[in-house]
């Protein structure tokens, strides 16, 4: 079984069933037998970031799903601790990133997965082939 961290994005679209991404999310996520293929790593830091919008727009319905999804996901959660912090610093440095995509990249990392789900096309660089940055707008054939 593969090691995949979830980014926020990734995250939004599996829980709020995009109808343009949830198809190839869920294509990777289980066989044809609907067997498990990938364990779903996620963070504390996708956790705040996916539940910022229906916080600010009172969507407790939408809420309670995010906060499902990681209650059910608690022991696949990437923890910050300082070699997380210490990769991050140094990704930010040499490759100009964001600090939350630098900690989520740096996260995958120290959590040894094996592919990095987003939409974001810039940390496949950053990645330096130690991990598989699958975007998935490009899974699908669009970058809208």
Known sequence: ????????NAVIYYIEQNPIYL???VSRMFGLAGEELVCCVTSDLVRLETRIHPLRHGRTQLLSQ??????ANHQH???????????????RADHAL??????????ALE????????????LAKAA??????INIKELHGTNA
């Open 1 to 8: 079984m593969r090691r995949v961290y979830f980014d926020a």
């Open 23 to 25: 198809p190839v999310i």
């Open 66 to 71: 995010f906060d499902a999804f990681f209650a």
């Open 77 to 91: 959660i990437a923890h910050f601790g300082r070699a997380v912090f210490d990769l991050a610093t140094q990704l």
């Open 98 to 107: 964001k600090t939350p995509d630098a900690l989520h990249l740096a996260a």
């Open 111 to 122: 959590s040894a997965c094996d592919e990095f789900w987003t939409n974001d096309d810039r």
């Open 128 to 133: 330096l082939g130690r991990i598989e940055v």
